[in-house]
């Protein structure tokens, strides 16, 4: 019996510890405490914490006021100056400290309060720090545990505060939830907003980051960051003439951050194609009943993908009666207004290279 529930403990300390490692490699050499499953599936992974540091630039004094399990504050302490990390749970905040003391973080200050509007306690510790830039991912879930988008609506207010934080600092960063609507943050820090940063990992958005400032220069810029590239702008359908088309689908980063087509038919991009894949035309016909049997019959084995079209894949795949895997790939989609089967091969190398 005692021997059975040790190898249990073994086995439940090795997955901890290997989902640990999976998100926070750096971290895993440590032995780190994690007092709540949630903490850890709330905190950012070490690609996505790393990346908001490099937004901080070096040297500076950064303010995490939303500090949970401390990854964004870590990746803050390897670049910054000093980090003023704080969490309102006083067991989390005194876990964190005990973490990076076995990591040996030194120059990170670590403090419990509560922030809101209307508390002076935080409001004058964080003055007397003085920080170059204030970072808040604020809980996007309301008391009975439902998920919530809107700014005013998430804890801290960021909409209530932001007044205040952009008079104790030049700059103020604000994770929100991957599902955000880009309009509706332009929209709600309208006058504040310099860029909205798209972040992409793993074929997934996995954060928006909303940088603002008192004065910002311009429109806010939109910058997608997956797979250690990044780009901001719009590309258009361009085609180069003479050049073999192919048809590209956007990863969700890049289909989120509205910086690049949707699923479209385009000549071969470098850049973009770190943010995507292309794929070669073998037949391009409109959507109907009908074309459904005909490319049935004609490609008895192929992966199907439907996106902005009423119907799903795996009922795509059942009306056309393939068995999945091959070379082949076809795609329902709408292209332009005109909902469109294209049917492709993969792509060795790029067209015209």
Known sequence: MNGGFADQLRELEQKRRSKLASKLPSWAEYDIEVPDSLNFQQCSSEVTARYKASLAGEGLRVADLTGGLGADAWAFSLCSQAVWYNERNPALCACVERNFASMGIKNIAFNNFEISPEA????????????????????????????????????????????????????VMVKVSPMADLTMLRRRLEGVLSALHVVG???????????CSKRPSGEPRVILYENGHSFSGTYGPEEAPGKEKLFFLPSAALTKSGLGPEISTRVFDEELAHFGKFFRIVEDIPFSSSAIKTLGRRYPQAEVTARGVRVSSDELRRRMGLRPGGQIHIFACTIGSERRLVVCSSLTAPAGA
Not at 120 to 147: C, M, N
Not at 201 to 211: R, S
């Open 201 to 211: 990992a793993e074929g997934e958005c996995k954060e928006i980051l909303c940088l």
């Open 120 to 171: 002076t306690d935080w409001k004058q510790a964080l003055k007397g720090f003085a920080p170059d830039l204030i970072y808040l991912d604020p809980a996007r879930r309301d008391a009975s545990g439902k998920k919530i988008f809107l700014l005013e609506e998430c804890s801290p207010d960021v909409l209530s505060l932001m007044p205040l934080l952009l008079e104790m600092a030049p700059q």
